[in-house]
C-alpha cells in the first residue's frame, strides 16, 4: 500500500507527542496507582455481603459501582462455575448478548441490545467488539477461539469508541487472562459432558520463578465422541452436466454418519511477568488455539418453512428440532475440490496463534501503558452449503482465509492530587485478509478445465490491507469533591485496500457470474467520536451518571461477495456505520454492603447500520448500509447476600429495549410478494421499506434470576449450589423481517451442584446448561435455491435456515488444586 512508511512515522510522531505532553505537565507527588486489573471480587462469601468489582471500562482500574458506564461483569469464581471457556458460553449469562454461530461469511451474528453485524459477509467487523487483554480482535470468526483460565470478563453496553475505537458501536466484550500467581499454585480438571460425549481436560501451573520473574502455563484439551445435534440427513444423488460433452453423470453423495460438531481442540497459553521494581512490569503472554469440528454447518436447522417441509426436500420436515441435514461431497469427487478431503468428509479447521506485549511504568504523576500484538488466524472448511439433503441442487463449497494483524497502543494516565487529570493514547493497526473460495454451483462440470476446477461452478478470491491510525484524550475535572465531568474525544483515520476476483467461472455461469473481471476498491476513512460524561456521588454508594456518547465502525469491502454481471462496487464496498445518544444510570450499594441496585435508560440512534444481504435465488451477496436505526431501553440490575445467612447470593436483572429501523429501503427477502410489502426497489431490485420493523435478534424484555449457596457440612468440606435462569421475549432472527424467522419467548435453566473436600484442594461438580432444553435461533439466512418470483404478486417465500445455540448440556467435573 502506498504510504506505509509516511503513515508509520505519523504514528511514531503521535506516540511522541502524547509521552512529550506528560513530561513537561507540572508533576506533584502521589503514589502510583495499580495497574489494571480484570474483574475481581474481594471478599469472601461465607462471610456474607457483597464483594467489591474492580472493571476497567475506561482502561484504568476502578470499583463496578463507581465506573459511569453500563456493565455485567462475570468474575473469575462466575466463568469457573460454569465452565464459561467461549464466547458463546458467555453469553449465556448476559441477557442481552446473543450469539449466531454461521458456517462461513464472518463466522458468527454478535449482537447486544438488538444491534449487530450480518455473518454472511467475511468483510463486515462486528459491531460489538471483543478486546482480549487490551487488544482488539475484530474478526466474528473469534468465536472459535477457546479461552481458558480467564481472571474476568466486562460486558461493555453501548457505544464505546473513546477508550476501544473503532467497531465497538454496539458494547464491547472484553476478556483479561489471569496472571501469574505470587506464590506456587497448581490446579488440574477432568470434565465429561454426556450429550456429546465429550472428555475435557485442562491443567494451569503459576507462581514466581526468581524474586522478580513469575510464569503461568495453561493447557485445555477435548475430544467429542458425539455431538450435540443429531445428523438425519440421506444419500442423494449429485449430477453434473459436463458442458464440453454433453454428458450428464450421477455422482453419489452420502449422507454424513455421525453427530455434529464431533469437536476437537487444544488451547494452550504461556504468561510471563517481570517485575524488577522501580514501578514498572513487563509482560508477556502467547497463546495458542487448534479447533477440529467434523462439520462446519452442524448448527444449521432449516426451522422456519410456509408448508411444513422444505421447498428442496419434502421429506425433511422443518421444525424446531437439534437435527441437521448434511451430506458429505460425492464418493468419486472426493478431493477434487481445492481445500476438500479426500475422503470427502465434511469439517472446519480453525487454527490461531497470539503475542501480547504490556509495559507498564508509573512515573510519580503518569502512570505509562504500552500494549504491542500480533495475531494471525487461518480458517478453512468444506461444506454441503444446500444444507437439507436435497437432489435437486449440491453445493459441494470449501474455503481457506487467513487474517493477520499487528496492533501497538501506547497510552498515558495523569494521577495529579488537583481537580483535573488527563487520559492521552495513540493506536496503529495494521491488517491484512485474504480470502478464497469455491463453489460447485448448477450442477455442471466442465472436463476440459484444469482438474482443480472440472467440477466448479467457480473459484474466487479476494483481499483487503487494512491500516489505522488513531489518537485519544480525555480531561476529568473534579467540579467539587462529589462532582466529575470528563470529556473525551478519539480521532481515527484509516485505509482500506481490496480486491475481490473469480479467476475461474465454468462456461455455462459466465452469462452470471464474470470471470477474471476484479472489483477493486481503496477506501479511506476520517472519524471524531466525542463523548462526555457527567459523575456525581453524592455519597460513598451511589453513583448517579450521564453520558452522551458517539462511536465509528470501520467501512470496508464484502470480500465474500461475487462478480456478477450486474455486480458494481457499491455493492461489495460499503460505508462506516456510526452511533450516537445518551446513556442515564444510577448505581447503588445498600443496606450495609448487602444490596447492589443498579439502574441506566438509553437512546442511540445508528446512521448507515451495515447489513448483509443474501439473494437466495441468484445466490449473490450485498453489503447495505441501512439508513437509519435506534435502540432505547432501560436495564435494572440487582445482587443481594445478606449477612444474616452466609454463603448465599441473590442476583438478577430486567431489560427492556425497542431496536427498530427508522428507514430504511432494504432487500426484499427471498420469495417476498408485493402483498407481503415487496413494492418498491433497492439498486434496480425489489426492495421494501423497513422503517419502523424490528432489527434481527432484537426481544423487547430479557431477564435473568438466580440463587446461588455455599455452606460447611463438615470439617474441611463445603457445598454449593447454583441455579440461574435467563429470560427472552420473541423477536426475528432475519435483518430483512422475514416473518418465518422467528424465535418464540423461553426460559432457560442453568444450574450446578457442587462438593469441595480437604480445604477447598478437591472439588466435584455437576454442571448443568440451558436445563430446559430450548431451541434458539441467534441469526438466520434465507435457505439457499429457495423462494421465487420476489417482488411479483405470485412470489413464494423461502425457506429459513437458523443458526442454533446448544441444547441441554450436562457435564461431571472433577478438579484438583494445591
Request: glycine content about 10%; proline content about 5%; hydrophobic content about 35%.
Amino acid at each position: 500500500m502506498s504510504g506505509t512508511a509516511g503513515r508509520s512515522a505519523r504514528a511514531a510522531l503521535l506516540a511522541g507527542v502524547v509521552i512529550s505532553a506528560f513530561a513537561i505537565t507540572p508533576a506533584s507527588a502521589q503514589e502510583a496507582t495499580p495497574p489494571p486489573q480484570a474483574p475481581t471480587v474481594a471478599q469472601d462469601h461465607a462471610e456474607g455481603g457483597l464483594g467489591d468489582i474492580v472493571v476497567t471500562a475506561r482502561r484504568r482500574a476502578e470499583s463496578l459501582q463507581d465506573v459511569p458506564v453500563a456493565v455485567t461483569a462475570l468474575t473469575a469464581e462466575v466463568l469457573e462455575r460454569y465452565d464459561m471457556t467461549s464466547l458463546e458460553k458467555i453469553s449465556t449469562q448476559t441477557p442481552q448478548f446473543t450469539i449466531g454461530r454461521a458456517s462461513n461469511g464472518s463466522g458468527a451474528q454478535l449482537t447486544l441490545r438488538g444491534i449487530g453485524s450480518s455473518s454472511t459477509s467475511i468483510g463486515i467487523e462486528q459491531s460489538v467488539a471483543v478486546v482480549v487483554d487490551g487488544v482488539y480482535y475484530g474478526q466474528g470468526r473469534v468465536i472459535n477461539e477457546g479461552f481458558l483460565d480467564l481472571e474476568g470478563v466486562e460486558v461493555l453496553k453501548g457505544p464505546q469508541s473513546l477508550f476501544f475505537g473503532k467497531n465497538a458501536t454496539a458494547g464491547v466484550i472484553s476478556l483479561r487472562t489471569a496472571d501469574p500467581s505470587s506464590t506456587p499454585e497448581f490446579r488440574a480438571k477432568l470434565g465429561y459432558e454426556f450429550r456429546a460425549k465429550e472428555l475435557v481436560g485442562e491443567v494451569m501451573g503459576s507462581g514466581p520463578i526468581t524474586d522478580t520473574l513469575g510464569v503461568r502455563v495453561a493447557v485445555r484439551a477435548s475430544n467429542m465422541w458425539g455431538g450435540y445435534f443429531k445428523n438425519g440427513g440421506v444419500d442423494k444423488t449429485y449430477n453434473t452436466f459436463d458442458v464440453a460433452t454433453g454428458i450428464t453423470t450421477p455422482h453419489l453423495a452420502p449422507a454424513f454418519d455421525g453427530d455434529n460438531p464431533g469437536s476437537k481442540e487444544l488451547l494452550g497459553r504461556i504468561t510471563l511477568v517481570w517485575d524488577p521494581g522501580n514501578d514498572f512490569k513487563f509482560t508477556v503472554k502467547a497463546n495458542g488455539s487448534s479447533s477440529n469440528v467434523n462439520n462446519n454447518s452442524w448448527n444449521y436447522v432449516p426451522y422456519g418453512c410456509a408448508t411444513g417441509t422444505y421447498s428442496l426436500n419434502p421429506n425433511i420436515a422443518c421444525k424446531k428440532s437439534f437435527t441437521v441435514y448434511q451430506n458429505n461431497f460425492p464418493e468419486d469427487l472426493a478431493g477434487t475440490n481445492p481445500w476438500s478431503r479426500d475422503d470427502g468428509a465434511l469439517y472446519n479447521k480453525y487454527r490461531s496463534w497470539a503475542v501480547t506485549g504490556t509495559a507498564e511504568y508509573a512515573f510519580d504523576d503518569v502512570d505509562v501503558t504500552w500494549v504491542n500484538n500480533f495475531n494471525r488466524n487461518v480458517n478453512q472448511w468444506a461444506c454441503d452449503c444446500t444444507f437439507v439433503s436435497s437432489d435437486l441442487a449440491a453445493a459441494p463449497s470449501s474455503e481457506r482465509s487467513i487474517f493477520r494483524a499487528f496492533s501497538s497502543e501506547l497510552r498515558a494516565q495523569t494521577k495529579f492530587d488537583g481537580p483535573i487529570n488527563l487520559l492521552a493514547g495513540a493506536y496503529y493497526q495494521k491488517t491484512r485478509r485474504f480470502h478464497r473460495q469455491t463453489g460447485s454451483f448448477g450442477n455442471i462440470e466442465d472436463s476440459t478445465a484444469p482438474a482443480a476446477y472440472r467440477y466448479l461452478g467457480y473459484f474466487k478470491q479476494s483481499q483487503t490491507d487494512g491500516e489505522t491510525l488513531s489518537a485519544y484524550g480525555q480531561a476529568t475535572w473534579k467540579i467539587v469533591p462529589t462532582l466529575e465531568a470528563a470529556v473525551g474525544v478519539r480521532y481515527i483515520h484509516e485505509t482500506k485496500d481490496s480486491y475481490l476476483t473469480q479467476p475461474y467461472v465454468n462456461a455455462a455461469l459466465q452469462g452470471l457470474f464474470l470471470e477474471n473481471t476484479p472489483i477493486a476498491a481503496n477506501q479511506t476513512f476520517n472519524n471524531w467520536s466525542p463523548e462526555a460524561t457527567l459523575t456525581w456521588k453524592p455519597t460513598d454508594d451511589v453513583t448517579v451518571y450521564g453520558a452522551y456518547k458517539t462511536a465509528y465502525k470501520s467501512g470496508g469491502f464484502s470480500n465474500s461477495g461475487f462478480v456478477s454481471a450486474s455486480t458494481v462496487p457499491s455493492d461489495v464496498a460499503f460505508q462506516p456505520e456510526k452511533a450516537r445518544g445518551f446513556e442515564v444510570g444510577v448505581k447503588s450499594t445498600l443496606l450495609d454492603n448487602q444490596l447492589r441496585l443498579n439502574f441506566d435508560v438509553y437512546s442511540y440512534k445508528y446512521v448507515n447500520l451495515q447489513v448483509d444481504f443474501f439473494n437466495s435465488q441468484t445466490f449473490a451477496f450485498i453489503t447495505t448500509n441501512a439508513g437509519a436505526a435506534r435502540t432505547k431501553g432501560a436495564e435494572l440490575e440487582f445482587e443481594f447476600a445478606p449477612y444474616a445467612v452466609p454463603g448465599l447470593n441473590l442476583h438478577g436483572s430486567i431489560n427492556y429495549n425497542k431496536a427498530r429501523y427508522l428507514n430504511y429501503i432494504a432487500p426484499c427477502y427471498g420469495g417476498q410478494s408485493i402483498a407481503q410489502g415487496c413494492d418498491t426497489t433497492f439498486q434496480g431490485a425489489p426492495g421494501q421499506d423497513l422503517s419502523g420493523a424490528p432489527t434481527a435478534v432484537a426481544p423487547k424484555w430479557t431477564g435473568s434470576l438466580g440463587v446461588g449457596y455455599e455452606t460447611d457440612i463438615g470439617t474441611g468440606t463445603k457445598f454449593g449450589a447454583t441455579i440461574d435462569t435467563r429470560y427472552s421475549s420473541s423477536y426475528l432472527a432475519s435483518s430483512f423481517a422475514h416473518p418465518l424467522s422467528g424465535q418464540s419467548k423461553y426460559l432457560t435453566v442453568d444450574g450446578t451442584i457442587r462438593v469441595k473436600f480437604n480445604d477447598e484442594r478437591f472439588e466435584l461438580a455437576l454442571i448443568g446448561k440451558n436445563l430446559t432444553n430450548q431451541f434458539i435461533v441467534g441469526g438466520a439466512v434465507d435457505g439457499p435455491n429457495t423462494g421465487a418470483g420476489t417482488g411479483t404478486a405470485a412470489a413464494v417465500i423461502s425457506d429459513e435456515i437458523g443458526f442454533v445455540n446448544l441444547p441441554r448440556t450436562v457435564q461431571l467435573q472433577a478438579s484438583v488444586r494445591f
